[in-house]
Nanobody, 124 residues
Framework: QVQLVESGGGLVQPGGSLRLSCAAS?????????AGWYRQAPEKQRELVAV???????TYAQAVKGRFTISRDNAKDTVFLQMNSLKPEDTAVYFCNGKHVRRSGALWVPYDYWGQGTQVTVSL
């Protein structure tokens, strides 16, 4: 069974840094298709933070450009999110995401794998 296990969340002061990790087991999750990080703050919708393609190209939400970096380690089937210069508005539950496929009857269809979420709180 495929599982995505997140780690690295916590409490930090504004201006601080955190490094989130998301390790996949049970399959090659982050090496074939896009992987990404999402976040959901209280009373807000889940939003895309960063995406990395299988070829290594990256895309970031405007709010985190220049501060966050997404990366992957194919050998460990793990994706990371380095978060620098954190702001209180970065406070949210962060979810890793891996694009993949699964069987549906006779077909292979798109499927999203999700981490369990890790809390990031930026506060004095």
């Amino acid at each position: 069974q495929v599982q995505l296990v997140e780690s690295g969340g916590g409490l930090v002061q504004p201006g601080g840094s955190l490094r989130l990790s998301c390790a996949a087991s049970g399959g090659m999750i982050f090496t074939i298709y896009n992987a990404g990080w999402y976040r959901q703050a209280p009373e807000k919708q889940r939003e895309l933070v960063a995406v990395i393609s299988s070829g290594g190209s990256t895309t970031y939400a405007q709010a985190v450009k220049g501060r966050f970096t997404i990366s992957r380690d194919n050998a460990k089937d793990t994706v990371f999110l380095q978060m620098n210069s954190l702001k209180p508005e970065d406070t949210a539950v962060y979810f890793c995401n891996g694009k993949h496929v699964r069987r549906s009857g006779a077909l292979w269809v798109p499927y999203d794998y999700w981490g369990q979420g890790t809390q990031v709180t930026v506060s004095l």
